[in-house]
């Protein structure tokens, strides 16, 4: 064989095996861009004092108590904040007062975005409503509990940063619901 003949069989052996495997298709078609992955909050909880009552917080949250009966608590891994507030009525009267004015709050933030509104019963005597859209507000969960004593819980997330494009929230919104459930369900008056 020629040395001629040796260096093209060589050459041609060596592009072969750059071509990569041969059962694989050659199509430039762009992939579906996915939901990004949240990670997940701490499994872990902490419990937390807000005036006379007790609730649970995932350990991921750092908190303050910026005035009595209030506490805000930042989320980093999700970018949300959560501004919640107790209060006390001592009538009935006061309590459906103060429930109709949050709920009409919620309905102004959300605005036309569609919601899933879930309404459940936590321990003996909690009546809650927790509210959350993935679509357009700064406010994508929002809850409220009120019990037979008086007390009322009301806190809100807030996403700190961009809240566009819309389904790439779903996954924050739907951890942060869990989340709002989690202290609601933790609630306790000392």
Same mark, same amino acid.
């Given at each position: 064989?020629?040395?001629?003949? *040796?260096?093209?069989?060589?050459?041609?052996? #060596?592009?072969?095996?750059?071509?990569?495997?041969?059962?694989? +298709?050659?199509? %430039?078609? $762009?992939? /579906?861009?996915?939901?990004?992955? #949240?990670?997940?909050?701490?499994?872990?909880?902490?419990?937390?004092?807000v005036?006379?009552?007790?609730?649970?917080?995932?350990?991921?949250?750092?908190?303050?108590?910026?005035?009595?009966?209030?506490?805000?608590?930042?989320?980093?891994?999700?970018?949300?904040?959560?501004?919640l507030?107790?209060?006390?009525?001592?009538?009935a009267?006061?309590?459906?007062?103060? @429930? *109709?004015?949050?709920? +009409?709050?919620?309905?102004?933030?959300?605005?036309?975005? $569609? *919601?899933?509104?879930?309404?459940?019963?936590?321990?003996d005597?909690? @009546?809650?409503?927790?509210?959350?859209?993935s679509?357009?507000? &700064?406010?994508?969960? +929002?809850?409220?509990? &009120?019990?037979?004593?008086?007390?009322?819980?009301?806190?809100?997330? #807030?996403?700190?940063?961009?809240? !566009?494009?819309?389904?790439?929230? /779903?996954?924050?919104?739907? #951890?942060?619901?869990?989340? !709002?459930? %989690? @202290?609601?369900?933790?609630?306790?008056? /000392?």
């Amino acid at each position: 064989m020629k040395p001629q003949h *040796a260096i093209l069989l060589l050459l041609g052996w #060596v592009l072969s095996a750059c071509s990569g495997p041969s059962h694989k +298709q050659a199509d %430039a078609t $762009p992939r /579906r861009y996915a939901y990004p992955r #949240v990670e997940a909050l701490d499994s872990t909880a902490t419990t937390v004092s807000v005036g006379d009552l007790d609730m649970r917080l995932s350990k991921s949250a750092t908190y303050t108590h910026p005035a009595e009966g209030w506490l805000d608590a930042t989320y980093p891994k999700l970018g949300a904040k959560l501004h919640l507030s107790v209060t006390y009525h001592a009538s009935a009267n006061k309590l459906a007062e103060a @429930i *109709a004015n949050r709920r +009409q709050r919620i309905s102004l933030n959300i605005g036309d975005s $569609p *919601a899933k509104i879930s309404n459940f019963t936590a321990g003996d005597d909690w @009546i809650c409503e927790v509210v959350a859209t993935s679509e357009g507000p &700064a406010t994508p969960v +929002q809850f409220i509990a &009120a019990d037979n004593e008086g007390y009322l819980v009301n806190g809100a997330f #807030v996403l700190i940063g961009a809240t !566009a494009p819309t389904d790439s929230l /779903r996954p924050i919104v739907e #951890v942060l619901e869990r989340e !709002a459930i %989690a @202290i609601i369900n933790s609630l306790e008056v /000392r």
